[in-house]
């Protein structure tokens, strides 16, 4: 098994930043990518971005693209979420999630986290 934990997520005015990580520990040679997911109330899971955990291949839902940034410390089995220029559609709950590969649905990941809140005032 794989245990993914999520930190960093809060309330943040618009344009600003906030980072989160997430945490893996256990079978964790099982996972060939990490993907960052969210939430809003009364929608679907939508996909935001994932990184590989060999050669780093990154992959962004346009939405966010050129003000999200993901990266991963592989010694540290962490991936993290820079969040910048963040506006209040972004509120959401946020969640990692593990897979064997990158993909961009979520029912192609097998581990998740307990998602973190992220709230941007306007």
């Known amino acids: 098994q794989v245990q993914l934990v999520e930190s960093g997520g809060g309330l943040v005015q618009a344009g600003g930043s906030l980072r989160l990580s997430c945490a893996a520990s256990?079978?964790?040679?099982?996972?060939?990518?990490m993907g960052w997911f969210r939430q809003a109330p009364g929608k679907e899971r939508e996909f935001v971005a994932y990184?590989?955990?060999?050669?780093?291949?990154?992959y962004y839902t346009d939405s966010v693209k050129g003000r999200f940034t993901i990266s991963r410390d592989n010694a540290e089995n962490t991936v993290y979420l820079q969040m910048n220029s963040l506006r209040s559609e972004d509120t959401a709950v946020y969640y990692c999630?593990?897979?064997?590969?990158?993909?961009?649905?979520?029912?192609?990941?097998?581990?998740w986290g307990q998602g973190t809140q992220v709230t941007v005032s306007s």
């Open positions: 990184i590989t955990w060999s050669g780093g291949i990154t």
């Open positions: 256990g079978r964790t040679f099982s996972i060939a990518a």
């Open positions: 999630a593990g897979a064997s590969a990158g993909w961009i649905n979520p029912s192609r990941y097998n581990y």
